[in-house]
């Protein structure tokens, strides 16, 4: 069994369009969803050029995708991801319903100051709902790290991810399910008001 692999694979709402950040061309997580991705993001960013290509790249996926848009990032791709969310422009971060961050820190080795430190901005919350998605063992120093940083994106944490037992898949794709069910009655009420506000002044 792939670490993600569910029996039946999320199906997301039609006004919603999936745009993935990562290095790897294939990941396990993929499995959760219905349908593929509306835009890959290829993850490089080994040069100051290679990271502003980045940033420039995700301002394209997310300005062209149709309706609404929930990223999806792993690895390193998840810093990249809340890095763009908090220098971008307000008109295309407005475009991004929400965010499902997978594993951002894989293993105790990793430097997380060097991410952070490639990915410098201001320590703030990201300007949409997002979900980390990391190990289950709360023990471990991965897992307080991964939690650090979730405080620090205030992101909602799925501890379990990993696991190949049937209760924690099953838990992720439940709570995957209502975020993203909440994502689009954010994006509904939101537009409700917008059109309030418009006949307001009409």
């Known amino acids: 069994m792939k670490e993600y692999a569910v029996a039946t694979a999320l199906t997301l709402p039609a006004n919603l369009s999936l745009v993935e950040i990562s290095a790897a061309a294939s990941a396990p997580w993929r499995d959760l969803f219905a349908a593929p991705a509306q835009e890959h993001v290829p993850y490089r960013a080994g040069t100051l050029s290679e990271r502003n290509l980045l940033g420039a790249r995700l301002d394209s996926a997310v300005t062209r995708a149709e309706g609404a848009v929930l990223l999806v990032a792993e690895g390193a ?61 709360k023990r471990s120093l991965v897992a307080s790290r991964v939690r650090a940083l979730a405080d620090g994106w205030g992101s909602g944490v799925i501890a379990g991810s990993r696991s190949d037992s049937a209760g924690p898949l099953k838990r992720t794709r439940g709570i995957i399910e209502r975020f993203t069910a909440g994502v689009v009655a954010r994006e509904v009420r939101t537009h409700r008001a917008l059109v309030r506000r418009v006949r307001a002044v009409s």
């Open 77 to 137: 791709g998840c810093f990249a991801t809340a890095w763009w969310a908090r220098l971008s422009p307000a008109t295309y971060v407005s475009r991004v319903a929400g965010a499902l961050f997978f594993d951002p820190i894989e293993d105790e080795g990793e430097s997380v100051e060097n991410l952070l430190d490639t990915f410098a901005s201001p320590r703030t919350h990201l300007p949409f709902p997002s979900i980390v998605l990391g190990r289950d063992d």
